[in-house]
């Protein structure tokens, strides 16, 4: 992933001048529609390399007053939930910074409306040809509901990285770049300060201070012990 000039964006070889169709899609790669949620599978891929860092990208677009969880649901929730079986492996979920969402005294970690979960996969066993991932979600309002999806695809293997030049697959690939700018930023060491930490009934108490914040600053825990 390159950050040179403070752009987020996939690997990509200089040089490639390969114009890609799209693949015919395999029964299952579109859109799901799920309870109150549309979950959308971005691949802008047309061909990777044995071993290759991949991204992907999970959209959830949840209809008005509903969400889903971040990965520390706080005090109840379930956070996605994600099975890649196949020639492709998942390494990581990454997480764009959620919303803190409090009702009735419950404390929750959610995101609203719209939101892009990016998928660090690797290229490897290639014995198989098609990926199947699978979504466990909760999408919830006052009741919540569990849903689930299920994606098929299929990237054939080259000595390179290729992306597709369709369309579709710019879409994808600026989803993807736009949810890893998203990502919550570390702060550099002594950038912040923790004092006066002390153990309650409630859990752990403590201050939190971001020396010179740039701009205004949110701290979520990042789970929930």
């Known amino acids: 992933m390159d950050r040179s000039d403070g752009q987020v964006r996939l690997p990509l070889l200089l040089g490639m001048a390969?114009?890609?169709q799209s693949l015919p899609?395999?029964?299952?790669?579109g859109p799901q529609q799920g309870p109150h949620t549309r979950l959308e599978l971005h691949n802008p891929y047309a061909s990777v390399a044995e071993g290759?860092?991949?991204?992907?990208g999970v959209s959830f677009t949840m209809e008005q007053g509903?969400?889903?969880?971040?990965?520390?649901p706080g005090d109840s929730g379930m956070?996605?939930?994600?099975?890649?079986?196949?020639?492709?492996?998942l390494e990581r979920v990454d997480w764009p910074a959620p919303e803190r969402y409090e009702m009735?005294?419950?404390?929750n970690y959610v995101y609203h409306e719209k939101v892009t979960l990016p998928l660090r996969v690797r290229s490897g066993d290639r014995?198989?040809?098609?990926?199947r991932l699978t979504v466990d979600y909760l999408v919830c309002?006052?009741?919540?509901?569990?849903?689930e999806a299920t994606f098929l695809f299929s990237l054939p293997q080259d000595d390179r990285i290729v992306f597709r030049e369709d369309r579709s697959a710019t879409h994808d690939r600026k989803t993807i770049e736009r949810a890893l700018r998203e990502l919550p930023r570390a702060q550099p060491p002594g950038g912040y300060l923790v004092s006066e930490m002390e153990s309650t009934a409630d859990g752990l108490s403590f201050n939190l201070t971001i020396t010179d914040p740039a701009e205004a600053v949110e701290a979520f825990p990042m789970t929930a012990e």
Do not use: D, M, R
């Open 79 to 89: 956070a996605p939930q994600f099975s890649l079986e196949g020639p492709l492996k």
């Open 25 to 29: 899609a395999l029964p299952g790669s």
């Open 141 to 147: 309002k006052v009741e919540c509901i569990p849903g």
């Open 104 to 107: 009735a005294g419950i404390v």
């Open 18 to 20: 390969l114009a890609i």
């Open 127 to 131: 014995s198989t040809k098609v990926s």
């Open 66 to 72: 509903w969400h889903i969880y971040w990965q520390n």
């Open 52 to 56: 290759a860092e991949l991204f992907l």
